[in-house]
Every structure is written in structure tokens, then in C-alpha cells.
């Protein structure tokens, strides 16, 4: 499985932007897809993830209400509809997807395939 992460920029507070996540590669049937962002010299964190079969979404507290997951079947590409962003946010995003149902789909290693990230920048 191939990830390609794209849309990310350079925005004020209060923009939004929409990120994507396309997959290629084999049938595609992941347990959960998520999205993960780093910003410098900190670890990766978890932003949210879809479980792809049941069409669930988790988001970490700090996005709730803000952020959006979705999906496009046919496409097999995620999407991560930010707005209201604040300077907090900056960072690179990452998609990933996770195959194994036996693990947290909140922590970075439960996931077997990641994209290359992209990155957002939000102004104050």
C-alpha cells in the first residue's frame, strides 16, 4: 500500500484547510486509516482516524469540533477537513493506515503504511 498525502500550506488563524490521503497499491480494505502530526521537536501525535469497515471516527480532544474525517470509497482516499485552525496546529500530517484490528488505532504503532506527510504552517 502506497500512501500520497497532500494539501497542506501556509495559512492564518481561522483558515481552513483540507487535507488528503490517496492509497494505491493492493485491494484496498485497511481496519483503520488515521492521521498523525509531528511538529518540531516533539513526538508524534495522534489527530483522528476512521475505521474504515464501520465508518467510525475518533479525534484527539484537541481537534474535536474542528477537525473532519472522510472518506471517498471509490477514490480510496481520506480526507482531514481542518478549520478554525490555531498556531498549535502547525506541524506535518501524516496518513496512515493500520491492518490489524488487536491494537489501539490512537498510537502511532499500531499502523503498517504511512504517506510522506505534508505540511501545515498556521500563522497568528
Known amino acids: 500500500v502506497q500512501l500520497q498525502a497532500s494539501g497542506g500550506g501556509l495559512v492564518q488563524a481561522g483558515a481552513s484547510l483540507r487535507l488528503s490521503c490517496a492509497a494505491s497499491?493492493?485491494?484496498?480494505?485497511?481496519?483503520?486509516m488515521g492521521w498523525f502530526r509531528q511538529a518540531p521537536g516533539k513526538e508524534r501525535e495522534f489527530v483522528g482516524a476512521?475505521?474504515?469497515?464501520?465508518?467510525?471516527?475518533l479525534y484527539t480532544e484537541s481537534v474535536r469540533g474542528r477537525f473532519t474525517i472522510s472518506r471517498d470509497n471509490a477514490k480510496s482516499t481520506m480526507y482531514l477537513q481542518m478549520n478554525n485552525l490555531k498556531p498549535e496546529d502547525t506541524a506535518v500530517y501524516y496518513c496512515?493506515?493500520?491492518?490489524?484490528?488487536?491494537?489501539?488505532?490512537?498510537?502511532?504503532?499500531?499502523?503498517?503504511?504511512w504517506g510522506q506527510g505534508t505540511q501545515v504552517t498556521v500563522s497568528s
Open positions: 496512515a493506515v493500520q491492518t490489524l484490528v488487536q491494537r489501539a488505532s490512537t498510537i502511532p504503532s499500531s499502523y503498517d503504511y
Open positions: 476512521l475505521m474504515w469497515m464501520v465508518s467510525t471516527t
Open positions: 497499491g493492493r485491494t484496498f480494505s485497511p481496519y483503520a
